[in-house]
């Protein structure tokens, strides 16, 4: 039988922000595999280049906290390709903070990054593809963080939450020609798992908590985002999908088999 979607995206234009590591790397792999002519930015570029199927990302450095480096890097983009397409809003992030000690400015720098700037860089891109027949697909990359506080991410979190809501109101506001969603990751096993967990022995015993025993590739992400930007998925614009492998089961239910073990 064949597949309802064939994720053919051979004539199509995609940007990954942040798409030089990480998830962002994952996503900008999908695209190139299902045949886009991927352009991918950072501040610095990919340690190896990024190919799938013969397809190979192009790279412009563009600080997306910048709306000029913004502005100038979808006007190569047009100069280079003449149209976008599909437009991931990937690149945010932040270390590990105490809400209490950190300075303001902090704060301010990652709701800037996770929230401003991802909405800056869709008007400029929705400006764009509003002019083309085809219109165009935005996927902001939110968080299951956004779902659940955990210590040290106050503000990250916030911003994702902020996220979410901001792609669904865009989504009312842009339609019919430009369709926004937000794809959600829960854990994903990056290159910096070690750094993040401490070992990959303790990764793996945070992975094996998780209903489909893994954390999410990289690609498991860019596939979600391979969906969410086809034609065929237009309808959902304004949804949230989460990628999370059934999510996190709560703390509680841990505590309770521990302490009934420990009475037998």
């Not at 352009?39 to 013969?54: D, F, I, T, Y």
């Not at 969906?227 to 703390?251: I, R």
Request: glycine share 10%.
């Amino acid at each position: 039988m064949k597949p309802v979607m064939s994720f053919d995206y051979s004539r199509q234009v995609v940007v990954v922000t942040g798409g030089t590591k990480g998830i962002g790397r994952g996503i900008a792999l999908s695209f190139l595999g299902a045949g886009a002519r991927v352009v991918v930015c950072g501040r610095n570029p990919p340690q190896e280049p990024l190919s799938a199927k013969g397809n190979t990302a192009e790279f412009i450095v563009c600080d997306v906290r910048d709306m000029e480096a913004t502005n100038a890097f979808l006007a190569e983009v047009i100069a280079r390709h003449g149209r976008l397409d599909v437009l991931v809003n990937n690149a945010g992030g932040s270390p590990p903070a105490n809400a209490a000690t950190v300075s303001p400015r902090f704060h301010e720098g990652i709701i800037r990054f996770n929230l401003i700037a991802p909405l800056n860089f869709s008007q400029a891109a929705n400006a764009i593809m509003q002019q083309q027949a085809e219109g165009g697909a935005i996927i902001f990359v939110g968080s299951i963080g956004a779902l659940r506080p955990a210590a040290g991410t106050a503000a990250y979190s916030a911003a994702k939450a902020g996220i979410a809501m901001l792609a669904w109101g865009l989504a009312q506001e842009w339609a019919p020609k430009v369709r926004v969603t937000t794809v959600s990751p829960g854990l994903v096993e990056t290159e910096q798992v070690e750094v993040h967990y401490g070992s990959k022995e303790i990764a793996a015993a945070v992975a094996a908590t998780i209903p489909m025993q893994r954390m999410a590739t990289p690609q498991d992400v860019g596939n979600a985002c391979l969906m969410l930007a086809a034609p065929e998925l237009a309808y959902a614009t304004g949804s949230n999908l989460y990628v999370h492998g059934g999510g996190e089961p709560p703390v509680f239910q841990d505590v309770v088999r521990r302490m009934m073990k420990a009475r037998t």
